[in-house]
């Protein structure tokens, strides 16, 4: 089982700030089966990023993944404050799929 | 537009079974595959299993083996995830996803809204 580690666990920001989310496999992933992820309390996942670089449907051009091997990067550029919430990443390329331990990223 | 609804919140005994539902639209049902993930409070989401919704191919986590089964109804265009010999630590949030196909390299693409399953004696 590949196993996700995100750092850091908590990030405190103030809305216009830049994030930086880390996110290390235990194992080379292939690119294209790395996702990102976005979740509020009492909502289910939203989907982000795909593929470690692709944006979803609707997803705003603050939100960038990067990464290749074994890191990968979620930016979030000027902070909105929607985007205040828990993120998480996701391999797929593995069975079981598996997800990261999140980093939530909160109001200084 | 895609659409994921799933059933209402449960609780169950130890040792009982739970049967939740998720019933989609707004897309080809039979040309993806749903997964079901769990979320217990304050952890991350663990994957469960998946159904090819086309053929009914079913694919599970060794750590659910025996106990869960995921089903699917053509018709509906509904899957059923049923989880049996309840603990208390099967309380979780529990959801259904769409992988995306191709054009989302398989991504879990849109969700339910989740189903909140209590164990409590």
């Known amino acids: 089982e590949i196993v996700l580690t995100q750092s850091p666990a908590t990030l405190s920001l103030s809305p216009g700030e830049s994030a930086t989310l880390s996110c290390r496999a235990s194992q080379t992933l292939s690119y294209t089966y790395l996702a990102w992820y976005q979740q509020k309390p009492g909502q289910a996942p939203r989907l982000l990023i795909y593929?470690?670089?692709k944006r979803a449907t609707g997803i705003p051009d603050r939100f960038g993944g990067s990464g290749s091997g074994t890191d990968f990067t979620l930016t979030i550029d000027r902070l909105d404050p929607e985007d205040f919430a828990v993120y998480y990443c996701h391999q797929y390329l593995n069975s079981p799929p598996t997800f990261g331990g999140g980093t939530k990223v909160e109001i200084k | 537009q895609v659409q994921i609804v799933q059933s209402g919140a449960e609780v169950k005994r130890p040792g009982a079974s739970v049967k939740v539902s998720c019933k989609t639209s707004?897309?080809?049902?039979?040309?993806?595959?749903i997964h079901w993930v769990r979320q217990a409070p304050g952890q991350r989401p663990e994957w469960m299993g998946w159904i090819i919704a086309g053929n009914g191919d079913t694919k599970y986590s060794e750590k659910f083996q025996g106990r869960l089964t995921i089903t699917r109804d053509t018709s509906a265009s509904t899957t059923h995830m049923e989880l049996s010999s309840l603990r208390s630590e099967d309380t979780a949030v529990y959801y259904c996803?769409?992988?995306?196909?191709?054009?989302?390299?398989?991504?879990?693409?849109?969700w339910g809204q989740g189903t909140r399953v209590t164990v409590s004696s």
């Open positions: 707004g897309f080809t049902f039979n040309s993806y595959a």
């Open positions: 996803a769409r992988e995306g196909g191709y054009s989302s390299a398989y991504s879990f693409d849109f």
């Open positions: 593929g470690a670089t």
